[in-house]
């Protein structure tokens, strides 16, 4: 048992640097990688410490389909190859400690090539999932599509962060990819006001979707008053509409609804920490109603929406 641990860590796709400098520094410590299983579990064995070895990974899925040659290629140069997870290759090689960081790559342009490749095989595919996927759900939830309840604005806020943390990576991405085009092409024109194009996309697409959020969330009606009840105008009900009113035995409540639409109603009177004398919703089809008030009290009249538009009318006769 003392001679074999795992340590769970998360490093993102663009801090494949840190993760070689985390397996050099494990190394040196005594602890020599041999395996990483998902999600994210470096498992070690113990070794003599104080060694200086270099890890380095790579990404080319060309290399990994050719492998007996694509090892061949960084063995001749004295790397070994440990194995291969998720598209990357984990590579090491005792390092002599003369050279402050000693890569696989010839030059920038072997590693620019490299991220490309991580691109194609990695980003990709992330971009698809994000805009086929995560953002039509999400603006479908938010839309009130799927029914409501808690359920639904679980998931709405659960994919809004998704969207943010996928944007978040994007982020991180496109600013690594332009660091490393800046290097390798610094005469190239045009390369910061590609990147400048695609941080302002970053940014309004995260400008839309907290904007999305807010306007779904928000109550925009009105309450009228009147000497026999009140009337709620709705342009969009999230919320709830509370009235009180003192009511004798045998007085009524007429509601009535006019061009109301909407995900869901909840109509409750009552007197407050008594069983209601009405409770329903528009889940059970409820209509146009009359509730009778069987004895004398202060009732409330409560009225909440989730995304309705139209008019309320509350009678008391």
Not at 151 to 179: D, G, H, P, R
Not at 192 to 213: N, P, R
Not at 262 to 277: D, F, R, T, V
Not at 299 to 305: D, V
Request: hydrophobic share 35%.
């Amino acid at each position: 048992m003392g001679n074999k641990k795992s340590v769970f860590k998360i490093f993102t796709i663009c801090q494949y640097q840190q993760e070689e400098e985390y397996l050099s520094s494990m190394h040196e410590k005594g602890w020599a990688l041999k395996k990483v299983t998902f999600p994210g579990f470096y498992h070690f064995e113990k070794c003599e410490p104080g060694r200086k070895v270099t890890y380095r990974l790579d990404y080319n899925q060309e290399g990994i389909k050719n492998k007996s040659e694509y090892i061949t290629l960084f063995s001749d140069c004295g790397w070994e190859y440990l194995f291969d997870m998720v598209g990357y290759s984990y590579f090491r090689k005792e390092s002599d400690g003369s050279q402050e960081r000693e890569e696989i790559f010839c030059d920038d342009s072997s590693r620019l090539d490299m991220m490309k490749r991580v691109f194609k095989g990695r980003i990709i595919p992330l971009i698809i999932l994000f805009v086929c996927c995560i953002l039509p759900q999400f603006f479908l939830n938010v839309q009130g599509y799927g029914g409501g309840g808690i359920v639904q604005e679980t998931l709405s806020v659960t994919l809004m962060i998704l969207a943010f943390v996928y944007l978040l990576i994007f982020s991180a991405s496109a600013y690594q990819f332009y660091l490393y085009e800046k290097r390798v092409l610094p005469e190239k024109a045009g390369v910061t006001y590609k990147y400048c194009g695609i941080a302002v996309l970053i940014l309004s697409m995260l400008l839309c979707i907290g904007t999305c959020f807010y306007l779904s969330k928000r109550s925009v009606y009105s309450v009228s008053e009147r000497a026999d009840g009140f009337t709620i105008e709705a342009e969009q009900l999230n919320g709830s509409v509370v009235m009180e009113y003192d009511l004798k035995k045998g007085d009524c409540i007429a509601v009535e609804t006019s061009g109301y639409d909407g995900l869901a109603l909840y109509i409750c009177i009552g007197e407050e920490n008594k069983e209601p004398a009405f409770f329903g919703n528009s889940y059970g089809e409820m209509g146009d109603f009359t509730v009778e008030i069987m004895e004398d009290g202060h009732y409330q009249i409560e009225c909440s929406g989730r995304k309705g538009k139209g008019v309320i009318a509350f009678d008391i006769k």
